[in-house]
C-alpha cells in the first residue's frame, strides 16, 4: 500500500505524518489557549492596578469640577452660558 491510500494508524506515511501533525497542532493550540489565558490574568492586574492608580487624579479632578459649578451657580450664571456683559 502507497502512503496516499495508507490506513489510520499506519507507522510511516502520510497517515503517521498526519497524526504527528494533529498532535503538534493539539499540543500547540493547549500552548496558546494556556498562553491567551495567562495574558487576559495579566490584562486584567494591569486594568486594575491602572484604576487604582487613576482614582485620585478622577476624584480630585471631580471635586475641581464640582467647585467651578458651585462657583458658576453663585454667579447666577448656567454652565456654557457667558456673562451678560459678553453677550
Known amino acids: ?19 504527528g501533525t ?12 494556556h498562553g491567551l489565558t495567562g495574558l487576559g490574568r495579566q490584562v486584567g492586574e494591569l486594568t486594575r492596578q491602572a484604576e487604582e492608580h487613576l482614582e485620585p487624579a478622577r476624584h480630585e479632578v471631580l471635586g475641581k469640577l464640582d467647585a467651578l459649578r458651585r462657583e458658576l451657580a453663585e454667579l447666577g450664571l448656567k454652565a456654557g452660558r457667558p456673562p451678560d456683559e459678553q453677550r
Not at 494533529?22 to 489557549?33: F, H, I, P, W
Open 1 to 19: 500500500m502507497d502512503a496516499a491510500t495508507e490506513p489510520p494508524g499506519g507507522e510511516d506515511g502520510l497517515w503517521s505524518r498526519m497524526a
Open 22 to 33: 494533529r498532535a503538534e497542532l493539539l499540543e500547540l493550540r493547549n500552548e496558546v489557549s
